[in-house]
């Protein structure tokens, strides 16, 4: 977990009642968004890469099945916390992005700051450069209620308004790419919204809550503990 002060509500990834399954949160100290939305560059020559790098290795040793992290931004990180944790990681809902891509067809990505996820992020993932091609980026205004509140970690979240913001930057998304069905929300503060994108765009809406890697990691763990005898 980024540092953050800001409310979650359910559906917020950085909720645990939005997983479903027992959630056991660390706050990585002192890393807050705006530390996060950042290059692939900055992200590793920063204090980033080391601080996420020594949290997985703190959740491995608390036993846990599967591990993710509360901001898309942190793509770029995949491969290096996936080494250090030797267990399941998945750091962010764009870890999706290149099966979707193999389908053939346009993919929207709806992200708190389009002006910071650039190819880096993507490429990090194993995208080619023809596939970025095909990637739709849409990001939310600088100074509406969502941003100001996340990357301004602010104690306050207009959600409803936020939820507006959040529709109205996934319809402009739609008005420009008629041809992308499906929607990755790159921000992990976004799916309490999903359902409301659903209606107003017919989007199949995506998110970490999707990953398959972290639905089979849960799922393995889940039979064992099922299997386990009792004492």
């Avoid at 970490?208 to 005898?229: E, G, H, K, M, N």
Wanted: charged share 20%.
């Amino acid at each position: 977990m980024l540092d953050t002060r800001f409310p979650r509500p359910m559906g917020d990834l950085g909720n645990p009642a939005s997983w479903g399954v027992p959630t056991e949160l660390l706050v990585v100290q002192g890393i807050g968004p705006a530390d996060a939305v950042q290059s692939a560059q900055q992200l590793r020559q920063g204090p980033v890469l080391r601080a996420f790098c020594e949290a997985v290795v703190e959740l491995k040793r608390r036993g846990v099945a599967a591990i993710t992290t509360s901001c898309g931004f942190l793509a770029p990180l995949q491969r290096d916390l996936q080494r250090a944790a030797s267990i399941r990681a998945v750091t962010s809902s764009l870890t999706l992005l290149p099966s979707l891509l193999a389908e053939g067809l346009p993919v929207g990505v709806l992200t708190i700051n389009s002006q910071r996820l650039g190819a880096d992020h993507f490429l990090a993932l194993g995208i080619s450069h023809a596939q970025l091609g095909r990637l739709v980026v849409e990001g939310m205004p600088a100074g509406g209620r969502f941003s100001r509140s996340i990357l301004g970690n602010r104690k306050d979240l207009d959600i409803e308004g936020a939820g507006d913001e959040v529709v109205a930057a996934a319809l402009r998304l739609k008005a420009r790419a008629p041809a992308v069905r499906t929607l990755v929300l790159e921000c992990t503060n976004m799916p309490p919204y999903a359902q409301r994108i659903r209606q107003a765009t017919g989007f199949r809406v995506l998110s970490l809550l999707d990953s398959p890697l972290l639905r089979a990691a849960l799922a393995v763990d889940q039979l064992a503990a099922c299997r386990a005898p009792i004492a």
